[in-house]
């Protein structure tokens, strides 16, 4: 098994040198997949895995899932209706959890992703940190994001994804949902 270092090393030569154009894709998506158990592991490499592609030349940004989701459901519509209900049945997770993912699933995050995308889109040596992907549990994967986003990605977007892979094109969120192939993206560690 690789190490992280090794593994990020690894990915910053596959962007390098571009993805080829492939049956899949030619957008530059790029997965470090590591294992859940090195979550923390990873957020402690994230400052100088930063300093490091600063060095190199690149205008790095970040977008944190965990953020993002944090923001959206601060604001949502229906928050004022939530904290009313979870007084009521505090310890209805399922309930709870089904409300908070049919808000995600609005395309909201989505949304919020792709206006970053556009942002980027004519900076020259932009790069995109996607990171916190964890926090997507029990809502949603970055999958069903990905595949919305399609043909959005025009500056390197490297995705932390907490989990295993199974294939050349098939992910486990977390290692224990079920393998999604649908990705269309190049995947380094795992």
Known sequence: MSSLKADFNELLERIRHGRELGHAS??????????????????????AWIAKLKNDGWDVHLFSI???????????????????????????????????????????LQAT????????????KAILLVTDLEALHPYMRI??????????????TIFFYPGERTGKTRLKFLGYYPEDGNYRSVHVGG
């Not at 790029?30 to 957020?43: M, N, T």
């Not at 965990?66 to 007084?87: G, Q, S, T, V």
């Not at 999958?143 to 390197?156: C, T």
Request: net charge positive; hydrophobic share 40%; glycine share 6%.
């Open 26 to 47: 030619f957008e530059p998506i790029y997965y470090l997949v590591f294992s859940p158990g090195k979550i923390l592991d990873v957020k402690r490499q994230m400052p």
């Open 66 to 108: 965990l953020d993002n989701i944090a923001d959206i459901l601060k604001n949502a519509p229906l928050r004022h209706i939530w904290l009313k209900a979870d007084k009521r049945a505090p310890t209805d997770w399922k309930k709870t959890n089904l409300s908070l993912a049919n808000t995600l699933a609005n395309g909201s």
């Open 113 to 124: 992703l792709e206006e970053k995308l556009a942002d980027l889109e004519d900076h020259g």
């Open 143 to 156: 999958g069903a994001i990905e595949r919305k986003l399609q043909g959005k990605f025009s500056v390197p």
